[in-house]
């Protein structure tokens, strides 16, 4: 934060990590505007993402960072980095040339909420490649 | 989960609330794909939100039930509700009539990093309300 301008104000970016040293992430595809996924980075994983050019995340099961896509070749290539107004969300804006899901889909969101239900879920994508052929076990 | 199904190929919306009982919500305008805000949902702001049609928080700061626009007017009528792979992001496509952010601007990620810089931003968007006239002190 600069000394004279609160943080929604100012022009540095000071991000603001939680007390587990991270910052939740939206990644959204930058031509066609759909959210891919939603992650957490850490100091070194937007330190990563800034110096590369492809979204990096940190992995709070593998307890390591993560290059989307160092396993499935489903990279993200940033357009644009954002942050809101207090600086404590990223949100990355990518272009993608696959799938960005582990489950086979394009984006992680591909189910909603049925109309009119409270827990019924409709599908409302089709899966765009083969999670089994791509991630080799 | 059902029995027979792991979550991320289950119909049933099982949504999966952090340690806190909380999800993480993104809204995002149902006609421009703009990411709007990124905030957080308890059980019963779920629960409201499927309810009333009308995004509703839990503002972790204040710890209390938060309908979105409730003091400015500025509310989030919800479109469809969305949930990823894990079931543990909500994402609200919404229609709004006037900025979302209470900084005064439309959506609260108006400032992107500069190309090429670690710690500049550029503020990308202008001030669409004034928020003094809108928040009463």
Redesign the interface.
Known sequence: MTADKPI???????PQFNEQGLL?A?A?DAH????L??AWMNRQSL?ET?KTGFGTYYSRSRKKLWKKGEQSGHTQKVV??????DQD?I?LKVTVDAGQ???G?HS??????KPD????????AQKSYDPAKTYKK
Chains 1, 2 share one sequence.
Not at 8 to 14: G, I, V
């Open positions: 929604e104000e100012s022009a540095e970016f000071t939740p939206i959204q066609t505007g759909q959210i996924m939603f330190d800034i644009q980095i954002l942050t809101d107004c969300t949100l899901c582990h489950v889909y992680c969101f591909y189910r909603a909420l239900s409270q827990n019924e879920l409709d599908f409302i």
